[in-house]
């Protein structure tokens, strides 16, 4: 085990959500914005109409800026948290999937290469030659995605991997296909959105007329399809991640609603003002819009990394990185074994001194240590904070240790949680810690936590 990175009040995983919910945003638009520019460029020539391309200029610079500058950082700080708040799941990540990645970058090098060469060719260089690199450019973006959405789908199904180990065992899974389409679609509706952002900014009424019905078909058309591709999605992955978000987890709801709600606003937003009024549209609203879609994508994103729980690497990898399966393919053996045998402090590497023996006088410190490295991954540990443990115990009137230790018993029979890993003076020492935090008033026998008497 690595040594803890705590994020106070949000945790770790928040941050690393927030984050890669921002990125998205940037990445889509980049992913689908030049099939747009492309079919709009391509309408400039064939009719004749110059005109149109004031706003290619212009949406091609705003590309340009808003993705190759917010998407480089919010990539490096997507990878920079995962490897502090996840690291064993990120090197899992790694060792499987290093040459998946380095094919995805010589992609991105071709896209960052292409987008400037065709901003700065602009009536530069003939037409079709200047197509051409528009092409070049949106068949690499998708093309990233392709490969990138690979992972993403390993991480919630990883198909045969955890029995072969072969790289397209667990890369073309069974959520691959329609998380590939939706996130295609969602690249459109993402694209058009952010042309209702630029149109009405070009002079020429009639380009802006033309410009913002085109980017409006392109949301109405792509919000189509995600909803079917999302729906195929829904059905494909584990019945277990269908059954928690049927059975009303509240924040599953209240995600759902504002992922399916948000979709549903842009669009009507889109049908009710984009199209019939192209030349009424104001940026503000559709800057409004660029908002909700930056709620749906986090609703959407909340409920994929929810339902895989409790595992970061399904059937192999718990969400506290503790490795749960054996895997005889790439010749790992379970640890959560050897962990009930011997002990979590005995196992883990990066333990204060003092603390590989619980005795009277250290249980406090070991629970604490015990409790952050196994629940960290998805509470913290201040009374304000996100899935706080002193509030969850308090609603359930949870403060003498033994009542703690029954919980920490029961764990692993919740579908989202991995079980409590440990020898029993390790559960008694993280119940005690636990029931202080909750209830600084509770009464903790030494003498049971060592003893259990």
């Known amino acids: 085990m690595y040594p803890l990175f705590e994020v106070p009040l949000v945790g770790g995983p928040i941050l690393i959500a927030l984050i890669a919910v921002f990125h998205i945003l940037p990445c889509h638009l980049a992913t689908g914005a030049f099939w747009i520019t492309y079919f709009i460029e391509r309408k400039a020539y064939n009719e004749n109409r110059p005109d149109l391309l004031e706003f290619l200029k212009k949406y091609t610079l705003f590309i340009l800026i808003f993705c190759f500058v917010t998407g480089s950082i919010t990539g490096v700080g997507i990878w920079f948290a995962s490897s502090v708040t996840a690291p064993r799941a990120i090197s899992g990540l ?8 380095a094919t995805e970058w010589v992609f991105f090098i071709i896209e960052i290469v292409t987008i400037y060469i065709y901003y700065y060719t602009f009536e530069k260089i003939s037409p079709k030659a200047h197509m051409r690199i528009g092409l070049i450019y949106a068949m690499a973006a998708w093309t990233s995605m ?13 198909g045969k991997w955890p029995v072969t180990g072969g790289f397209f065992d667990g890369f073309f899974n069974q959520t691959y296909w329609p998380q590939l389409l939706t996130r295609t679609a969602l690249m459109f509706v993402i694209g058009g959105i952010f042309g209702l952002v630029v149109a009405p900014f070009v002079t020429n009424s009639s380009a802006r007329e033309t410009v913002t019905k085109t980017a409006a078909k392109w949301v109405v058309g ?5 909803a079917l591709f999302a729906t195929w999605y829904f059905y494909r992955i584990p019945q277990s991640a269908r059954e928690l978000i049927i059975s009303g987890y509240p924040y599953l709801k209240l995600m759902g609603f504002v ?19 192209p030349l009424s549209l104001n940026p503000i609203a559709s800057i409004v819009m660029v908002i909700v879609l930056f709620a749906g994508i986090g609703g959407f994103e909340s409920i994929r990394e929810i339902v895989r729980r409790p595992y970061l690497i399904p059937d192999y990898m718990y969400s506290n990185q503790i490795i749960g399966h054996d895997m005889p393919a790439k010749g790992v053996k379970a640890e959560s074994e050897l962990i009930n045998k011997e002990g979590f402090l005995k196992y883990a590497k990066f333990v204060p001194q003092g603390l590989r023996e619980i005795n009277e006088k250290n249980f406090m410190d070991a629970g604490r240590i015990i409790s952050k490295y196994q629940c960290m991954s998805c509470h913290t540990f201040s009374p304000d904070g996100r899935l706080s443990i002193q509030k969850l115990l308090n609603s359930a009137g949870m ?3 033994e009542d ?3 919980l920490l018993d029961s764990l692993g029979d919740y579908p989202y949680m991995p079980p409590f890993m440990g020898t029993e003076v390790e559960k008694r020492a993280t119940a005690a810690y636990l029931a202080k935090l909750a209830s600084p008033d509770a009464e903790v026998d030494p003498k049971w936590v060592v003893n259990g008497e």
């Open 94 to 101: 790694i060792h499987n999937y290093v040459w998946g990645w």
């Open 146 to 158: 392709v490969i990138i959405t690979g992972i993403l789908a390993f991480m919630m199904t990883p």
């Open 404 to 406: 703690v230790a029954d």
């Open 222 to 226: 792509g919000a189509v399809f995600t």
């Open 259 to 277: 992922a399916i709600g948000s979709l549903a606003l842009v669009t009507l937003f889109a049908l009710v003002w984009a199209l019939p009024k």
């Open 399 to 401: 403060s003498a240790p």
